[in-house]
Every structure is written in structure tokens, then in C-alpha cells.
């Protein structure tokens, strides 16, 4: 077997942890949450182990040698865009992209400035407005104008590099949720789920030198190419449709993180 063929691409190789649990999506409360939202049914966390040490500048090589590993392709979970049914990948990925996500986040007082600037009352209600549409978003409520709208007047409290952080992505996937969603009338919920998934996902340390708290993971944006276009997350693109890798350096375990968009599960 030639270099670079199956199972020896970068020397990585990587196992399946089905025993791995991810309590943020399982909970009774937020599984009630992702209903409502449209999500329930389209999102799902799967963990995999890897065993060599990991680079961040070989993540390219890292992530086409996920893809290409015997014990990813019967395992990672897709949607499929015909039938809407879980299914795995059944195709050879010619090309990956993966692009950085930064996450540095510790607190979620980075929302903070949502209350500041008029978009959520003190009470955590979220302030309505007129609607009108952001392609293919509704937009009934100061939060999802703050979120999606760029020329609006409170776009800027988020900077360009605030709005890249893991965290913020959370919370804005869940805030824009699925085709069916029915929006939350106040934060809480939304904040909630975004730190409990967050927590969940990302690993922590304590610095030995500084005893500060400090973020391990590394996380990127994932889509993958088979020889007739995109094939994952879905060959559809769209803003809500996403996979995140998530990886632990010291662990040597990947998260990841998928959600197709479409109609959640209603029952």
C-alpha cells in the first residue's frame, strides 16, 4: 500500500467511542429545548479517540486522515438530504477544508453586553421589533437582528473576532435553531444550552505556572468533498447546517459536533 492510501495518511489512526455520553444534548431539559427549536433529531455528538500527537498547523492532514480511517467511515454519523434518515458517509473524500474557530472564551458574561445595549431586559425578555427577513431568517426581536443584520445599529457591539469565538457560534446556531423554530421570548434558555453544550465539548486546564484556567481544545469548521462536490456536513450548503471538530490535545479525543438544518422531531 502507497503512502498516503488508506490508513496511513499523516500516521494518524482513530477509534470510535460510542460509550462516550454527551449529557448537554441528552438532558430531558434540553432535549425539550431542541424540540422547540427544530433541532431535535438533526443534532448529535460523537466522540472518537486518536493516537498520535496533534499538531495544530497539520490539521489538514488530521482531518483528511479522519475521514479516510477505517473506524470513522461505518461510524460518523450524517443526515441524509433524501430520505432525512442518520446514515454514514458511504463515499471518498478527495478534499477537506477545515478553518479555524478560535475558543478562548471562559465566562458567559461575554453576553453581558446583550442586557447593556438594550437588546434583553433586565427581566431576560428579548426586546421585539418590527419583522422583516434576513434570507432565509425571520427577524422579529432585537437578538436575532444583533446576530444577523449587519448594517443594523447594535451590529458592532460583537466584534468581527467576538462573533468567530466557538461560543458565540454555539449560541447563535441555537438562537437561529432549525426550519420550524419557535423562538424563545427570553434569553435564559438559549444562554443555558450554549454554556452546558460549550462545557461539554471543550476541555479546560489549570496552568501550573499561572493556576489560571485555560482552554486545551482546539476547534475547527468542517466540510468535506467527494470527487462530485460537497458530501459533509450535507451536500446542501446553508448558515445552520455545520460540523465542528473539537480536539484534546492532551486526551487525544475529538468531539464532534454536527446539525443539518431542516424539520426537527415534533413528538
Not at 490508513?7 to 460510542?18: E, K, S
Not at 492532514?61 to 475521514?67: G, K, L, P, R, W
Not at 466540510?223 to 446542501?236: I, L, R
Request: glycine residues 6%; charged residues 25%.
Amino acid at each position: 500500500m502507497a503512502t498516503g492510501e488508506l490508513g496511513d495518511v499523516g500516521g494518524y489512526y482513530f477509534r470510535f467511542l460510542p460509550q462516550k455520553t454527551f449529557q448537554s444534548l441528552n438532558s430531558k431539559e434540553i432535549t425539550s429545548r431542541l424540540r422547540q427549536w427544530s433541532m431535535l433529531g438533526r443534532i448529535k455528538a460523537q466522540a472518537f479517540g486518536f493516537d498520535q500527537t496533534f499538531q495544530a498547523y497539520r490539521k489538514d492532514d488530521f482531518v483528511m486522515a479522519f475521514f479516510k480511517d477505517p473506524n470513522v467511515i461505518p461510524n460518523l454519523k450524517l443526515l441524509s438530504d433524501s430520505s432525512g434518515e442518520w446514515i454514514t458517509l458511504g463515499t471518498e473524500v478527495k478534499k477537506i477544508e477545515a478553518t479555524n474557530v478560535p475558543c478562548t472564551q471562559l465566562s458567559m458574561s461575554f453576553f453581558h453586553r446583550l442586557y447593556d445595549e438594550d437588546i434583553v431586559r433586565d427581566s431576560g425578555h428579548i426586546v421585539k421589533c418590527l419583522d422583516s427577513f434576513c434570507d432565509p431568517f425571520l427577524i422579529s426581536d432585537e437578538l436575532r437582528r444583533v446576530l444577523l443584520v449587519e448594517d443594523s445599529e447594535k451590529y458592532e457591539i460583537f466584534s468581527q473576532p467576538d462573533r468567530e469565538e466557538f461560543l458565540f457560534c454555539l449560541f447563535k446556531h441555537l438562537c437561529l435553531g432549525g426550519a420550524l423554530c419557535q423562538y424563545e421570548d427570553v434569553i435564559s434558555p438559549y444562554l443555558e444550552t450554549a454554556k452546558l453544550i460549550y462545557k461539554d465539548l471543550v476541555s479546560v486546564r489549570k496552568n501550573p505556572q499561572t493556576k489560571k484556567i485555560q482552554i486545551t481544545s482546539s476547534v475547527f469548521k468542517v466540510s468535506a468533498y467527494d470527487s462530485a462536490g460537497m458530501c459533509y456536513p450535507s451536500s446542501k450548503n446553508h448558515e445552520q447546517t455545520f460540523s465542528y471538530f473539537i480536539v484534546d490535545p492532551i486526551r487525544r479525543h475529538l468531539h464532534v459536533l454536527y446539525h443539518c438544518y431542516g424539520v426537527g422531531d415534533m413528538s
